[in-house]
């Protein structure tokens, strides 16, 4: 079995079936983890799987002034949260022949035309909350940016490239490109994006139902059905593909298979889980252990984001990191 | 002789921490006295050779015993001084009278051993320990001005003294670049060394040592402290502040000087010290003209006088720094004297407002007329000391090819002087109002007020040789050598 | 092995200088110097404060263990052995001793303009840190040469601590953390430091933070705040 070579196609297949299909899992064990923390027994493992086909069972409703934007935004965002897995390091080491077709800022982009359509489909259904949620998501999205931009900027001058692959692979190559400072301020600012686009705390409650403090979870408020389905999915799939972003480029890209054999792949997808599970553990514990802040205060949060990523730049251009 | 020094003033400290106020009182007068009388014991010596104690750790040359000579003679008048303003119960309390004796002699002892440690980082610890003890005597009165000027001081005092901790570190750094990079940081070796300091860190160090020192030595902009430090501390920490502390700071830069004109030539350093001296000169003469705080206005006035010394260092005669070291003595002897007025005027009026102040010649007998002289005196008025030395000042400024400075500190000079004779004529030499008693406070206050006049009038009209020798020599450690 | 690793490599070829182990860790440690003093500029209660000056007092300790292990310089162990008793266990001790009766206020610390704007403008001074020391071009022989720049970032920043926040705890604060990013400085420029000279440094800066702490009591006695901005009597 070791032998068999997979074609990189069929890498690449299994790239999108693994966020397709086990980004619910990575979900529900949170949830469930999160349960635990709190003293409660936590909902089933596999609950999000459950929510998802009654969900699709269900009718959608459309509001009567809604556009065809309403429906296209879910289904565009879904779209897009398939494609990104194909320019990360998901489950190889190596680039596959689709890997190259973005570098990082790509992925954002594509990742930022998903948040985008779900925001417009929320406007476009004329409910309050849903509108509130969906400027709200911008106007924090549009803060963050600049985190981002400066830690693709970092990305770019240790690796004189801002493909994902080669800044994992660096990192990888020794313990002290690993330990380099600017490496591990650029992994933290990443975190504060990943906790800031994932919807948690300190920025927002995820599991909250106070509509006053919602950013993103407000924007699903008018979809239903198949829709919502779709929606929830798609923001499972955009956690784990987040998950991997940080795990796999920047804080642990170990546990990658070095090469298409079907073993190596294989186990690739089980120790992938076991690592986004881990992520979410320590994500679970923050939600915990801190409050969220108040909206006026997300600010702060996203100064110190920047801070981080623009440190990381500082202490590279001055040779030292 | 300097291990005295040092001992003398420690342990009037520690003895009038545990004894009460007659004791304290007499210990600090017996230790200003022998600190001032060993202080000038040291002049002759130090005119011919350098003084050294403890391992080398204590060492005089002229520069320094220039600078002794003033702390200690102010630590005389003003024990003197204190005995009388303070009278036999200070503050209403033992507690009270025994920090603040125990205070002022450790404040004393920290700007004495200042002026004769060894290397500049000792230096820096001494001015630091300055800061500390000073801010507390600040802070003693315990009203809301002095808790405001005591946090003030000691901030910024601290912040700027953090800058000169940072020179400090990177004027050691340039000296390892000649003296390897573990070497004691005696005066000697760097002096020796400095020809070859790489000029850039010299450089910074220079520059930050000014800016850290100068924020303690009242240099306009890093000054902001200073007004509300002097006017709201007891009077007889006010004179040692104005007339030792910023003496003994500008000495720590004058340490850097010598090492920055050894390594970068003598054009940068005198520049920078040029604009600060300016820059607090022209302020300090617009401020003093608007003062209505009898305090403050002196405070205006240290800071117009050490604007001066500034400016006097900049230029390249060597009579100049013979008269920026003159200036440094005469300065101290004449601010502590307008202090000693002023402390007596406040005791009488019970006020620092100047509106409020009417007749004071007619109702102080002694101290009235003798802070007038005082105030003359300030204003660089003939036979007095600062006449000679800021006369010298100019004369070095005009043989400068930038004359232009020299006649522009004539004229903020003239500035500051209509400033401080407009005060004397309102308050001092007014009518006087009705009812006023004549008398003066205590006649302690008159005694240490006479000892500076005189100490003066000796500085403006006839310098005794061996102190001439002295300040030549020490304008000699302070001039070019490349 | 495919792509890759072997696409990367000839990439690589432009990107600076990857820094050994030992001066990443070290330079990774100075840079938690730096972060924590941000912290400081958030913090907005009384203990938090003291305890972030006692984390980065612990960096900076750290630090010195760094450097007497790389270079073998056993007075450092000594420097750091006293650093770490004093800046880490006694000052944060003896500053929440003196503030103890004042410490149970809540949101007292404050600044004069909002979180986020600190944090950008301190980054900016920062940043001008950074290239100010860069410029001059120093090398050490003890730490990375851009641990300096950290070192002149964290004493732009404890300014900006001292000015921009407007109590008495963060002021202070903010003068020992000075303190600390000139120790920093003085670790790359002057690490072999006669231990004496150190020392006294170190106890100066003890009887530094007792008058801190009595005259931030002092304040709080008559004004019954740790607020700054009711000092405003003295002017002209």
Known sequence: MSGTQLLPAEVQVLQDLTVLVLAPLVSGAIAHLEGRLQGRRGPRILQPYYDLAKLFRKETLVPEDATWVFLAGPVVAFMCYLVVPLLIPELTTFALPLGYMGDILGGGFILALASFSVALAAADSGGPYAQLGSSRAMTFGALIEPSILFVVFVVAIVTTTDLPYAEAATARSSLSQAIRPAHLLAAIAFFHVVLSDTGRIPVETHTGTLELGMIDEARTFEHSGAALALLKWGSNMKQLILYVLLMDVFAAPWGLAGSRQVGSVLLAIPILVGKAIGLGAIFAVIDNSLSKLRLYKITEFMAVAFLLAVLALLVLYLGGG | MLIAVLAVPLVAALVSWRSRTRLAQAVTVASGTATCGLALALVGAAGSHVARALHGWLRADALSVVFLVATAFLYAVTAVFTVGYMGPDPGGSLRYSRRFYAGLNLFAWAMVTATIVNGLPLLWVAIEVTTVVSALLVAIDDTDGASEAAWKYVLIASMGLGIALLATVVMYYAGSSQLGPAYQPFYEPLLGAARHFPPQVTRLAYVLAVLGFGTKMGLVPVHTWLPDAHSEAPTPVSALLSGSLLGVSFYAILRYYQLATRALGPAFPRDVLLAFGVASLVLAALYLASQRDLKRLLAYSSIEHMGILAIGMSFAAPIATFGVLLHVLAHAAAKATAFFGAGSVVRKFHTKDMDQVRGGVGSLPWSGPLLVLAVLALSAMPPFGIFRSEFMIVAGGLSDPRDAVAAALVVLVTLAFLGLTWFASQTMLSPDPEGLVTGEVSAWIPAAMLAGLGALVVLGVHLPGQLAHLLTRAAGELGTVR | ?236
């Not at chain 3, 610390?109 to 909002?114: E, H, T």
């Not at chain 3, 400085?185 to 007792?210: G, K, Q, R």
């Not at chain 3, 005259?215 to 000092?231: C, E, K, Q, S, W």
């Open chain 3, 1 to 236: 092995m495919v792509g890759g690793v072997a696409v990367v490599g000839p990439l690589m070829a432009g990107a600076p200088p990857v820094p050994s182990t030992f001066a990443g860790a070290a330079e990774a440690v100075a840079v938690a110097v730096l972060l924590t003093e941000f912290a400081m500029l958030r913090s907005a209660l009384l203990r938090p404060q003291v305890r972030l000056y006692a984390l980065q007092s612990l960096a900076v300790s750290t630090l010195a263990v760094v450097v007497a292990v790389s270079r073998h310089l056993g007075d450092l162990y000594v420097l750091a052995g006293v650093s770490f008793a004093l800046k880490v266990v006694v000052i944060p001790v003896v500053v929440t001793r003196l503030l103890r009766e004042t410490g149970d206020e809540l949101g007292t610390l404050r600044g004069r303009i909002g979180v986020a704007t600190m944090v950008l403008v301190a980054l900016a001074a920062s940043g001008f840190g950074f290239f100010a020391f860069d410029s001059l071009h120093i090398t050490s022989r003890s730490l990375p040469t851009s641990a300096l720049g950290v070192a002149g970032a964290t004493i732009l920043v404890a300014f900006l601590l001292v000015i921009l926040r407007t109590d008495v705890v963060s002021q202070a604060v903010g003068f020992f953390a000075l303190e600390n990013g000139i120790s920093v400085a003085s670790l790359v420029l002057a690490a072999s430091l006669p231990i004496i000279v150190e020392v006294a440094f170190l106890f100066d800066l003890l009887v530094a933070v007792v008058v801190f702490g009595l005259l931030a009591r002092v304040h709080h006695g008559r004004t019954r705040t740790l607020a700054t901005d009711v000092l405003g009597r003295l002017r002209g």
